[in-house]
């Protein structure tokens, strides 16, 4: 069938079940990647987040679900030009603050703040349909209360009061609403989502309210946990007496892929990045995966460390914030990367090649008789 003749096609589909249901391959509006600064898990969920289609992003309390949200924002609005949307089922986002302003949160973002599960998904369903935003998010999935559930708490039950239907029924039509951008950009698309241990079972393991369709409807999962928070040693003097006062400077946050469909690495894979909260070298606000790293690069070669120094090509730094702030300048973070990736195919190849060898021996030959 020549292009043509599918166009021809497609139009009396969508002419006769009365809305955009069929494009060609051809028409479709071009996927844009947001980059979120953070280079290795860009790298892993395939140079950035997809647009187009929902990612996951789930964790539990207080890991950086919220405050990566407000730096993605940011991103999108700078790649596709557009405002972004936030529904805050939460409670009141305090954009006063310089807490959301620093983490990335464009001044005009629109946001709601609703905890009604019918008012939510109707706000969201417009959102997506009116084609006027570069992202929208939900924040989170947990949050949103039926009108028959306004006195139940986060952790009961994935689709007890009948929060699974609506939300499952939402998830499933977000590819028809977005069939409607005929060309524009697909917005970058969001929902946070609170784990919880399983009140029936601990050892059950996590469970999430709001039904099944958000575990195969994204394509994107992304799970965030909270590994620590570094601080430094603050040496207080007064009235003759010194003290010493713990400064934090930025929490460790772990991510792993749950699901990725979007190229890149598979299910399982994970690593780390810095929010830092207040530093010398960066500013409050800001994510970086320089600690991870360092951690590869020294695996990789790339760094050697004697002591407190540090040695990056063949310049010596004393201590990791000397070295962090090189690498940050120097696209040092990307160098040790990709070589301790390209290390590690290549180990990989020579396993293959090893065990192909050992089955090619292991097969007799032909043997004059």
Not at 120 to 137: G, K, P
Not at 274 to 297: H, P, W
Request: net charge neutral; glycine share 10%; proline share 4%.
């Amino acid at each position: 069938m020549s292009k043509s003749a599918a166009k021809k096609l497609v139009k009396d589909i969508n002419k006769r079940v009365g809305r955009r249901a069929a494009t060609v391959a051809s028409d479709l509006p071009v996927v844009v990647r947001i980059p979120s600064t953070i280079y290795s898990l860009d790298k892993a969920i395939g140079g950035g987040w997809p647009t187009g289609t929902p990612v996951m992003l789930e964790g539990h309390k207080g890991c950086g679900k919220t405050t990566l949200l407000f730096h993605l924002a940011g991103q999108a609005r700078a790649v596709i030009d557009k405002p972004a949307a936030i529904i805050n089922t939460e409670g009141p986002i305090e954009v006063q603050s310089d807490w959301a302003s620093q983490c990335g949160l464009p001044d005009d973002t629109v946001i709601f703040s609703e905890g009604s599960l019918e008012t939510v998904l109707d706000i969201a369903r417009e959102l997506i349909r009116s084609t006027q935003f570069s992202f929208i998010a939900i924040d989170s999935i947990a949050g949103m209360r039926p009108a028959s559930e306004e006195d139940k708490g986060f952790e009961e039950g994935r689709s007890r009061g009948g929060r699974a239907v609506p939300i499952n029924t939402f998830m499933c039509s977000i590819a028809g609403y977005l069939a409607q951008y005929d060309g524009e950009p697909y917005p970058l698309i969001v929902f946070t989502q609170h784990l919880y241990q399983s009140p029936g079972s601990p050892q059950a393991g996590f469970v999430k309210s709001g039904g099944r369709a958000q575990e195969y409807i994204p394509k994107l999962m992304l799970r965030l946990n909270r590994q620590g928070t570094d601080e430094t040693d603050l040496k207080l003097k007064a009235g003759g007496k010194s003290s010493v006062h713990k400064d934090r400077t930025h929490h460790e946050i772990g991510w792993r892929i749950q699901k990725n469909q979007c190229g890149g690495k598979p299910e399982g894979s994970q690593g780390s990045f810095c929010l830092f909260i207040e530093d010398d070298i960066y500013k409050r606000g800001t994510f970086s995966d320089v600690n991870q790293a360092i951690v590869l690069g020294r695996m990789a070669g790339v760094i050697t460390q004697a002591g407190s120094y540090y040695t990056y090509k063949d310049k010596r730094y004393h201590g990791i914030a000397q070295l962090a702030h090189v690498l940050e300048a120097a696209d040092g973070i990307k160098e040790c990367i990709d070589t301790y990736e390209e290390q590690v195919t290549a180990a990989r190849q020579r396993v293959r090649e090893g065990r192909a060898t050992k089955a090619s021996e292991a097969i007799p030959g032909d043997q004059d008789s």
